[in-house]
Nanobody
């Protein structure tokens, strides 16, 4: 089964940028639906963005409305790593960020994901 490890979180001022990484082992990420979620203290887990599984048609990307135009997900298949580039960060982006994977179809519901990383904290100061 795939193991996921996030990194790249930290403290940044509003308007700044961070790039999160999610490195996978035990499986090839192209065979999985992948997503980033976040959870702020006292709030429910929230979908951020994700990839559908790679097929002969390629792979689609999806974003939550709250991050569209500011966040970009990408992948490096050679490194078996997924990235979340976060630009124009806002204090409301402060949360623990998680990457998740499933062999199932694309979903923005975290309940449909079987594999999770340990999370990385992102704090955006105003």
């Amino acid at each position: 089964q795939v193991q996921l490890v996030e990194s790249g979180g930290g403290l940044v001022q509003a308007g700044g940028s961070l790039r999160l990484s999610c490195a996978a082992s035990g499986g090839t990420l192209s065979g999985y639906t992948l997503a980033w979620f976040r959870q702020a203290p006292g709030k429910e887990r929230e979908f951020v963005g994700g990839f559908s599984r790679t097929t002969w048609r390629g792979s689609n990307t999806y974003y939550a409305d709250s991050v569209k135009g500011r966040f970009t997900i990408s992948r490096d298949n050679a490194k078996n790593t997924v990235f979340l580039q976060m630009n124009s960060l806002k204090p409301e982006d402060t949360a623990e960020y998680y990457c998740a994977a499933t062999r199932g179809p694309y979903s923005d519901d975290g309940l449909n994901y079987d594999y999770w990383g340990q999370g990385t904290q992102v704090t955006v100061s105003s």
